[in-house]
């Protein structure tokens, strides 16, 4: 379910163009998933904070995702996703996804080399079988990340602008559209906001894109421009993901770009 989840889905000053980072030191953010007749389906949680190392100052997000209620009886799925941005410059240097399901356990993790070119992706049963992914154009990030970082973009109507993102072992290349603007009703109250939707137009289309479904994020037109709803549409149903809290991150945090 993290899939499908995902397809839904510094310093404590707004968002700008020089900050592309998803989220920022010490913000928290909390989604509850609704599926189909399921309205409490499952939630979305991350969490981020800034960590010292000596190859430089890292932001490590880690997102947690999980079935509840009646979803998680007819289909138990937890998930965690840990990523490594060095705030330096923004990128992602490392990944790990970890999921279980039905009792069944995988993970793997994500290297990823910008001066070589690739991104080692190895899983936790075949160490020994890691594979050199080559990187497109572009700032890799996984889908959810990636639709949180087009808070930063700030895409007028009838705007675009390409992203890169990794499903498991496989690169896919986006397009962000922003569609027009929607008001937006949620239990943190009402947001004036922009929405985005990610098509895939540059390649082939390939997974969920060739099924045919629709991914759309909200984007608010506040001071933290929060993504307050994703949305995943396919022939069989309808997910929505909607936050319900936002912690900022501290006043007294330092900032991203020294």
Sequence with gaps: ???????????????????PLPVLPGEELHYRVAWALLPGAGEIRLS??????????????????RTLGLARMLLPFEARATADFTLADGRLRWLREET????????????????????????DDAP????????????????ILGLLRTRDWNLEPGSQRDALVLFNDEFYELTI?????ETVETPLGTFRTRVLEPRMERTA??????????????IAEDRWRLPVRFTVEFKVGRGVATLTGHRPPPSNAPPAHP
């Design 100 to 123: 279980r399901q039905r009792g069944e356990q995988r993970a793997h993790q994500v290297a990823f080399d910008y001066t070589a070119g690739h991104a080692l992706w190895t899983a």
């Design 128 to 143: 020994s079988a890691s594979r050199a992914l080559p990187l497109p154009p572009g700032e890799p990030t996984d889908m």
């Design 205 to 218: 289309p390939k997974g969920m894109f060739r099924r045919g479904g629709t991914v759309r994020v909200w």
């Design 177 to 181: 559209h922003c569609t027009g603007r």
């Design 48 to 65: 981020a904070e800034r960590q010292e190392d000596p190859a430089g100052t890292r932001l490590r997000v880690v997102t947690q995702t």
């Design 1 to 19: 379910m993290r899939g499908l989840i995902a397809a839904v889905l510094l310093s404590a000053t707004p968002c700008t163009e020089a900050s």
